[in-house]
């Protein structure tokens, strides 16, 4: 008699932990689907988006897409990986509904922009530079930029700075077409000499630079700063620029001990144009479910200033 009336208690202890269960999904429909909807935050029919993105906002769409559809549900975006002679071809296609891409500017003006975040390149060294501590002195001018990438007549750091080791100056550049690429060439004023090595990733420049003592650079500063921390990533040097040709890094120049300096010059407008690149939200007025397409843009513009922070981009400075 012991064994059945526990086995009845069991039973019933059961029943109530499924009842509790059911109530807490929502119940479920004579049909079978469940009640449950979750986020959603749109009047938007259910539906998908694939989003075409370039290496250096990658992290920016991936995380703004994630953040997205966390509060809208009832939407799925894709994002893949393209490369920028790509984005073009495959909005008409409609293999993509729009793409995430960055640049001085907007790339293909002929279609819609909204421009979302900013990161900067910042000119950076080995570590281990032989002229490191005259280079953070006097910085490095246009003329020796020009001398190094441009005509390539500068092939040693004893040449540039005396009184230093020999080292084998070694600059490097981001994929040929990439907007790291074209907007050094544009910053220094000439297309690059063949002297110049590009990676085959804009990621992979820091350690080209910080396994090569004589390694050069423009690098995003999203990559050239520890985010948490602040300051240098590790191997690298991050150094001033002697834009008006005094052969002294005034004080208007030395803006790179950490990413709070960096982000102080660059939210009073001292950062040089030339090298603030702008991330693009790209798409067609023809683009298929262009109704999500705008509500994802809209949120990005509108609601993605933490989540821009948070990866180290910038919010673009008000004109």
């Not at 020999?166 to 060439?185: D, H, R, W, Y």
């Not at 705008?294 to 922070?309: L, M, R």
Request: glycine share 8%; proline share 3%; with cysteine.
């Amino acid at each position: 008699m012991y064994q059945i009336v526990n086995m009845n208690r069991i039973l019933s202890f059961v029943l109530i932990l499924v009842s509790l269960l059911v109530a807490s999904c929502g119940g479920s429909k004579s049909d079978g689907k469940s009640t449950n909807q979750g986020t959603v935050n749109n009047n938007l029919e259910a539906g998908k988006i694939t989003i075409g993105v370039t290496e250096e906002s990658f992290d920016l769409a991936n995380r703004m897409a994630s953040t997205y559809v966390t509060e809208n549900t009832n939407i799925i975006i894709d994002v893949i990986s393209v490369k920028p002679n790509e984005i073009e071809s495959f909005i008409a296609s409609g293999s993509i509904q729009m793409a995430v891409t960055g640049g001085f500017e907007n790339p293909i003006p002929e279609l819609k922009s909204t421009l979302i975040a900013c990161d900067l390149l910042v000119l950076c060294i080995n570590f281990n530079n032989p002229a490191l501590q005259k280079i953070v002195l006097r910085g490095i001018g246009l003329d020796k930029l020009k001398s190094i990438f441009a005509t390539g007549s500068a092939t040693d750091w004893a040449q540039m700075y005396k009184n230093v080791d020999i080292t084998p100056i070694k600059p490097l550049a981001a994929p040929e077409g990439s907007s790291n690429f074209v907007m050094t060439q544009q910053f220094i004023g000439c297309s690059f000499a063949k002297t110049v090595t590009t990676t085959l990733s804009e990621n992979e420049l820091i350690g080209a630079i910080s396994g090569n003592s004589g390694g050069i650079a423009f690098l995003s500063s999203r990559r050239a700063y520890n985010q948490s921390n602040k300051y240098r990533a590790e191997g690298i040097y991050v150094i001033p620029i002697d834009l008006n040709g005094n052969n002294v890094a005034d004080d208007s120049e030395l803006i790179f001990d950490d990413l709070n300096m960096l982000k102080n010059a660059y939210s009073k407008g001292n950062y040089p144009k030339s090298l603030i690149r702008n991330h693009y939200f790209i798409y067609s007025e023809k683009a298929n479910r262009l109704d999500i397409v705008k509500a994802f843009v809209e949120y990005a513009d509108k609601e993605g200033a933490n989540t821009i922070s948070s990866i180290g981009y910038y919010e673009p400075l008000k004109k």
